[in-house]
């Protein structure tokens, strides 16, 4: 057993000097200034991951309170009360009568669109206009 | 040692250079150390660089408790360990990219038995490899290894036991 282990022993020994003590040392201060930076690095990176996230958490909770359900006004009034509103004046010239949900619908979605051009939307829709038709 | 109790004070109240000067003694152990169990100079140095930067992080909350040279020792067995197991996965992993003996010359014979040896302590349980790696490599004295593992004297010497019977086994069927 005794002549195993000098065996071993014999076996592992090495002759070498080793590194220059000065160049060790310089080397090490680099890796240590590498590893400093590195760690700044990820320190930055889970900052900014962390301020995207809560960019996000704010932005989901503002979509929270949004209404989803987009609720009509011409769904809970009458036509003739809707186009009484001192905001849809529509010309007298067409009868009222003839104006049906798509016209209600266009100006619920955009009160900018002419009146006029309401209505006729609204008879290309019923197919009233004969030549239209075949379009 | 009493030069290393007063370098580790200075580093510990803020004087770098005192690191440095621990680093000019220690550095020959270390290195060498680490040489015999690599055999790879490049490997050795980068291992005593590891040992270095895990000092440095950890010097300042040493408490004065151990001898500072147990304390290295133990830095050096932690990395030598993470090492050895780490080689250990990528032999097993390019195993057959190991060169069968026969076709090793035989001016090299001296290296191959190296390498057994080491690929032989690398299969020891972790106790039995620490116990064999500080004795072989260092000679360290088993009240020397029981301060540095924590393990008792008398443990030691059955771990150290055990692990040459298992590597001569090793060996004698290589």
Same mark, same amino acid.
């Given at each position: ?67 989803? $359900?987009?609720? !009509?006004?011409?769904? *809970? %009034?009458? =036509?003739?009360?809707? /186009?009484?509103? @001192?905001?849809?004046? #529509? $010309?007298?010239? !067409?009868?009222?009568? *003839? %104006?049906? =949900?798509?016209?209600? /619908?266009?100006? @619920?979605?955009?009160? #900018? ?16 206009? @004969? ?5 | ?174």
């Amino acid at each position: 057993m005794h002549d195993f282990e000098n065996k071993i022993i014999n076996l592992v020994q090495n002759e070498s000097s080793g590194p220059d003590a000065a160049s060790f040392i310089l080397s090490f201060r680099g890796r240590q200034q590498k590893e400093i930076l590195q760690t700044n690095r990820l320190y930055s990176s889970l900052n900014a991951l962390a301020f995207i996230l809560l960019v996000c958490v704010f932005t989901i909770g503002q979509l929270d309170h949004m209404q989803s $359900d987009v609720e !009509y006004f011409a769904e *809970d %009034i009458n =036509t003739q009360e809707y /186009f009484d509103t @001192d905001f849809n004046l #529509i $010309d007298q010239a !067409y009868n009222l009568s *003839d %104006i049906e =949900t798509f016209t209600l /619908f266009m100006l @619920d979605e955009s009160i #900018i669109i002419d009146a006029e051009e309401l209505v006729f939307y609204n008879e290309l829709y019923e197919n009233i206009i @004969d030549d239209e038709v075949s379009l | 040692m009493h030069d290393d109790n007063n370098l580790i004070q200075k580093f510990q109240s803020g004087d770098e250079k005192s690191f440095d000067k621990l680093v000019e003694i220690h550095l020959h152990n270390v290195f060498g150390f680490f040489l015999k169990i690599t055999r790879d100079e490049m490997v050795a140095e980068d291992l005593s660089q590891d040992v270095f930067m895990k000092l440095y992080k950890n010097l300042k909350n040493f408490r004065h408790e151990s001898s500072f040279s147990t304390y290295l020792y133990k830095i050096n067995m932690n990395t030598a360990n993470t090492w050895i197991t780490r080689n250990k996965w990528k032999n097993i992993l390019h195993i057959d990219q190991i060169p069968d003996r026969g076709e090793i010359d035989r001016t090299n014979e001296e290296e191959w038995k190296r390498k057994e040896l080491w690929d032989g302590i690398s299969k020891l349980p972790k106790k039995q490899r620490t116990v064999v790696m500080l004795r072989i490599s260092d000679s360290l004295s088993y009240k020397e290894i029981s301060d540095i593992t924590g393990m008792s004297k008398g443990s030691a010497k059955v771990n150290y036991h055990h692990a040459i019977k298992r590597l001569k086994e090793i060996l004698d069927d290589a």
